[in-house]
């Protein structure tokens, strides 16, 4: 899968973008690469997951994913980053304390494009940090790691907001 997307990606770089395999996440995009200097380049971490089984917020990979998004953020305060998370998965339906209709993750794809009211985005992403704050620290994850996302949820809501505008979903990939 990995192999794959890393073709497709290369076939389609435009001449001021170049890819970099494993140095972020497995495939990271950079925009700007050829004549920008780096604090004005744009990257795109591509976490790639070809899962057999369908996939929500309280699944280990994305809280992994969401995790290791907010450590990057935390050690390179100054980069202009963004995160897909890129798998063939399809979206789940979360459980209890969940109340919205849709999917967490479809609820947060509707905010990263703009698709819900401004008047309702901060309920929204209150409902958000809400669920992710009772979730648990996926095994194997380290600490440092886990505490970068900790940070975001006890923090401002903008810090949250702003993780999220930054944050793909690519399910279904």
Do not use: M
């Not at 699944?59 to 050690?75: G, V």
């Not at 703009?114 to 958000?128: G, H, V, Y």
């Not at 979730?135 to 903008?158: C, H, I, M, R, Y």
């Amino acid at each position: 899968y990995q192999v794959d997307v890393s073709i497709y990606n290369w076939l389609r770089l435009h001449d001021h973008e170049r890819l970099e395999l494993e140095s972020g996440e497995d495939i990271d995009l950079i925009r700007n690469a050829a004549d920008a200097p780096e604090d004005e380049q744009e990257r795109t971490l591509q976490q790639l997951k070809d899962l057999g089984h369908s996939i929500t917020l309280r699944s280990e990979e994305a809280r992994e994913a969401i995790a290791n998004f907010c450590h990057h953020r935390s050690i390179h305060p100054n980069d202009n980053l963004r995160f897909r998370f890129l798998t063939t998965a399809a979206v789940g339906k979360e459980r209890a304390p969940w109340a919205d209709l849709k999917p967490c993750i479809e609820v947060w794809e509707d905010l990263r494009t703009d698709q819900i009211p401004e008047e309702e985005r901060a309920e929204k992403l209150q409902a958000l940090r809400s669920f992710l704050k009772d979730l648990t620290k996926p095994d194997g994850l380290s600490e440092e790691v886990w505490a970068s996302l900790q940070q975001v949820l006890n923090g401002q809501l903008s810090e949250l907001e702003t993780v999220v505008d930054r944050f793909e979903w690519a399910t279904g990939s």
